[in-house]
């Protein structure tokens, strides 16, 4: 009688070998990446400004049973572990926060993301007419190629306040009814001056003024025509005039919805990715985590990340760290500016912003190996900065350990990359803004093609497996 042997486990492998996700992704995981997508197009469909962003958010999290964490401080209601709030700066950062079982000096875990993206801001005093047409002055805003934005059709988004305080929302565009507007180009045929010079000089930012209209008023002796036709349409839709707009936030966004990209829909291509889809997994995380986690889960989206993180609702000011010592009082059986310290110092962190995909068409900026490449999974980058890393907070081996261990145990489908060759350029995030607490913080997200564009590109399954990555950072343990 023969015996039978058995079989010898499979030698694991000891080179590192990054595959496409599609290759290994189980068909549960493959409905609930088409699932997240599907709510992702909607909430990017709502959201094209941070303030819009922002109030969307409040909207999801209402929802889901978040409350205002201002009730909290005006009645002095403790919170306990399980306890959901939410707290706004200027509606147009936020801050949403499930209280944890360890006390908050403890530390946090945090995912910290940006809603402001790239567009065309409209001057204070911008109306104009010229030569039959009426124009508004813009003034760009965020790193953009001015190329890319003549011709496209764009969109209207933003506020009118008034002296009484009155707040008009203005949305023109997005609707197939509404009308659109546009920065006009040069012909080919007049552009020979043009076309010599850079792409950098060929587009002064002075020459991005958008044409809003055409037609003048009906009236003989009415001067500044154009203009003055204008005022009236905005008057009878929106009730303001001219001195409106010294009051007024308007952006200029790439009119139409996000959309599903390639034979496969495997891809969307949208507006604003950079960095509104690490902030709605990571909302959308917070939102699906039921139970108490263990550490206070914190997912954080600020305003102004794309021209510094300055201002009172940038990572530089000082809201988070106000809403900390606004949890800690709340929570703590006495406040201390000791155990605010420590519960920053004791903090993890995932920087939630995007990184730059390997690109087949532009393969010189970038070395391969350390590069993301799409639908490889969650993007996460152990330091950024520019050419010798400058303006990096270079996250620890330590700390990247902790990081692969928390995925491979929840099933993440993650990679590494670089933003480019070590000279090429580089980029930055609100991460050394969040590490001069002492906390523990290295950049995750998702990887884009065309970063920066009118629109940009991401990866179906790369969008899945940062939620999957974000919500096991705020559930898992520390051990």
């Given at each position: 009688m023969k015996t039978k042997t058995k079989a010898k486990p499979a030698k694991a492998s000891l080179a590192h070998n990054p595959k496409n996700g599609y290759e290994s992704i189980t068909p549960a995981d493959r409905k609930r990446s088409e699932e997240i997508n599907r709510l992702y197009l909607d909430f990017l469909a709502k959201a094209k400004t941070e303030r819009e962003a922002h109030d969307e958010g409040v909207t999801l999290l209402e929802a889901a049973g978040f409350t205002n964490l201002a009730l909290n401080e005006a009645a002095n209601i403790r919170l306990k572990p399980g306890d959901r709030?939410?707290?706004?700066?200027?509606?147009?950062?936020?801050?949403?926060?499930?209280i944890g079982k360890k006390p908050l000096a403890d530390g946090m875990h945090?995912?910290?993301?940006?809603?402001?993206?790239?567009?065309?801001?409209?001057k204070q005093n911008p109306l104009y007419e010229n030569s039959g047409l009426a124009m508004l002055d813009t003034h760009y805003y965020g790193g953009i190629k001015k190329y890319q934005w003549l011709t496209i059709p764009l969109a209207l988004h933003g506020v009118f306040v008034k002296p009484d305080g009155r707040t008009i929302k203005v949305n023109i565009g997005e609707n197939p009814a509404d009308p659109v507007f546009c920065i006009t180009d040069l012909l080919p045929h007049l552009a020979a001056d043009q076309m010599?010079?850079?792409?950098?000089?060929?587009?002064?930012?002075?020459?991005?003024?958008?044409v809003v209209g055409s037609a003048p008023v009906?009236?003989?002796?009415?001067?500044?025509?154009?203009?003055?036709?204008?005022?009236?349409?905005?008057?009878a839709g929106y009730g303001v005039d001219e001195q409106d707009f010294l009051s007024a936030e308007l952006e200029l966004v790439p009119a139409g919805p996000p959309r599903e990209a390639g034979f496969d829909r495997s891809m969307i291509l949208a507006y604003g990715q950079d960095d509104r889809v690490c902030s709605y997994v990571a909302l959308k995380a917070l939102i699906d985590m039921k139970a108490p986690p263990e550490y206070t889960s914190v997912v954080l989206l600020c305003d102004k990340e794309e021209i510094g993180s300055v201002g009172s609702t940038g990572m530089a000011a000082n809201f988070f760290e106000n809403t900390s010592a606004e949890l800690l009082n709340l929570t703590a059986a006495s406040y201390s500016e000791l155990h605010l310290k420590r519960a920053m110092s004791n903090s993890w962190m995932l920087s939630a912003d995007?990184?730059?995909?390997?690109?087949?068409?532009?393969?010189?900026?970038?070395?391969?190996?350390?590069?993301a490449e799409m639908n490889h999974g969650v993007c996460v980058t152990k330091f950024t900065g520019s050419r010798g890393k400058s303006g990096s907070s270079d996250a620890s081996a330590e700390f990247m350990a902790h990081i692969r261990r928390i995925f491979d145990r929840n099933g993440v489908l993650w990679q590494t990359g670089e933003l480019g060759k070590v000279d090429q350029g580089g980029g930055g995030t609100i991460a050394h803004l969040m590490a001069r607490y002492g906390m523990k913080v290295i950049d995750c997200g998702v990887g884009l093609l065309s970063m920066h564009a009118p629109m940009e590109l991401a990866g179906k399954l790369d969008i899945y497996m940062s939620y999957k990555a974000y919500l096991a950072f705020l559930k898992d343990g520390r051990k």
């Open positions: 709030v939410y707290r706004s700066c200027e509606g147009k950062t936020l801050m949403a926060v499930t945090i995912i910290g993301g940006h809603t402001d993206a790239p567009r065309i801001d409209i010599r010079k850079s792409l950098a000089d060929s587009i002064p930012g002075e020459s991005l003024d958008v009906a009236e003989k002796d009415r001067k500044e025509k154009h203009k003055y036709n204008v005022l009236k349409i905005l008057h995007v990184n730059a995909l390997f690109d087949p068409m532009h393969p010189g900026v970038s070395e391969k190996k350390n590069s």
